[in-house]
Structures are given as C-alpha cells and as structure tokens.
C-alpha cells in the first residue's frame, strides 16, 4: 500500500468530519463501503472513534501504523481512535466494522463496574478471532448478533446493540495480556493525554496553554499533534467536547439553557447560546426540541 504524504482524518471511510455524536455505534458490513471503493480503503485516521473489524470471510493486508500484516478469517482486529490505518481486502471478504464514539468505553466502563479498558484506549489487537468470548459465546458469534440488531427495527434494538457491545468489549479485555501491542506513535499517545485532560478539565475552561503546561509541551506542538492525529487544531477538540457535553445537558436533563452555560463554564449564557448555534446548526432551545436532526455536514 503506498505511502500518502498527509493523512486524512474521517468520521466512517470516506464521510466528512462532523461534530462528535454521543453515545455514536455505527455497524455495518465490511462488504458495504470495501466494495464501492475498489476493495481498497487507503491510509487514515478516526480522531475521536474506535474500530473493531471481524473478517469473517476472505482476508486482506492492513497498514496499520506503517506496518504491513496480513489478516485471514477468522480475524480480529481492534484500533483504538487516531490509530493510521489502511486495507486491501481480497474481493468478496466480508465480516462486520463496528465503529463506537470514545464516550461508548466510558459508558461501558461505569456499567460494567469499573472494569479496566485503559489498555484497549492505547492499543491495537490483531490476532486469529478465538472460538470463545465471554462465557461459551464465540467473539464472532457476537459481532454478527450486533450488526443483526444494527439492521433490524425491533424494539430495544439500540440498548440491544449497546449490551453486546459491552461483551465484545469484555472479551478483548479478557484477550489483552497475550494480544495487546503498543503501536503507537509519539504524536498519538501525546494526543491521547491530551484528550483525556480535556475530558478531565472540559467544564474548568482551561486555555490551550494549560492543557500544553499540563502535558509539558509546548502550545505549537500540541497544535502539530492534534492537527496530524485528529486533523483538528486544539481548540477544536475542546469545543467539540463542550459541545458534546451540551447536548447531552439538552438531551438528558431539565436544566435550563443558562444553567447549562454556568455548568460548562460560561459566564454568559447569550454568548453559550451563540457558541453553541455556530457550530451546532440551531441554537439549544431548538436543538432540545429536536435533537434527532444532524448538523450540516462539515460544519467544525
């Protein structure tokens, strides 16, 4: 697979980066977007999404870090988010992608009791898929059940497609001693560090000078890495996080738009509300009237 000077970053292969969605699972079929693009999905990253492919039928070589492997079925490979990766894929493999947003590990962490994914934040697993998974049921038997639910319309089939991901995510960490390897480069672990402050100090307001103090880097090459990692400037992160946080405040509670702004750190809830309408599409009061609709695409 040829080298690329510049890597893109994407929200799925090929679709333009949006604002982070909460709670974001996407399923679908290897064969679905493989297929349309010649069976070749060139180098990229996911600054924000973790990825979890089965290959259950045929195979293909990978780059992934700037190394080549190959991966036959039965195979399992993991991608923590901003990890650079690539694929050949021999024409008709098929198998399942799940694509979760980075709030999806949390959200299983606090469910499932405390259990420790920090490893899966950090590393990549490629290995033969094992027969078994948690308990008696075999890992691909679990992601072919999730992209089932992700195709069907029955009831529950969201909380549904949220349990068996929990699963999944128990089996790689049942698998991580033997099958975890970092591969990460320096910019992507300083991202990572990164992030996890943001989440840590979102509502603090800090500067990008604070989160580069924290990180003893300088702003310039907080700047670079986040750029190269989630091709997005620093301040962008933060704000797509506060944004995130926003409309989870809209979706899920009864506070009010002012109370809101305070919570995350505004002084003036006019100004929260501008923020929030200039990159959302809609200011928050219409957003919590309809939260269902997406912003336009490619709006930063």
Partial sequence: MPAVRSIPAYD??????REPVPGFLHVERIRT????????????????LFQLFFVARGGCHALIEGREHRLDAPWLLWLPAGTVHGFTFDPDTDGVVVTAAADCLAAATARDGGIDFAALQESVVSLPAPDAGPGPVAIGALCEALSAEAASSTVAARPAQAALFDLLLVALARLQAPALHPQRDA???LFTRFRTLVDTHVRDRWSIADYAAALAVTPDRLHATA???AGRPPVVVV???LIVEARRALVYTGMTVAEIAFDLGFRDPAYFSRFFARRVGRPP????????????????
């Fill in 227 to 229: 750029m190269r990692v």
């Fill in 33 to 48: 977007r493989a297929a349309i693009h010649a069976w070749r999905i060139g180098p990229h990253r996911h600054g924000d």
């Fill in 239 to 241: 704000h797509d996080r």
């Fill in 187 to 189: 910019h992507t672990a």
């Fill in 12 to 17: 799925l292969y090929g679709d333009p980066l």
């Fill in 285 to 300: 009061a219409a957003f919590r009237r309809d939260p269902s609709t997406q912003p336009p695409a490619g709006r930063r």
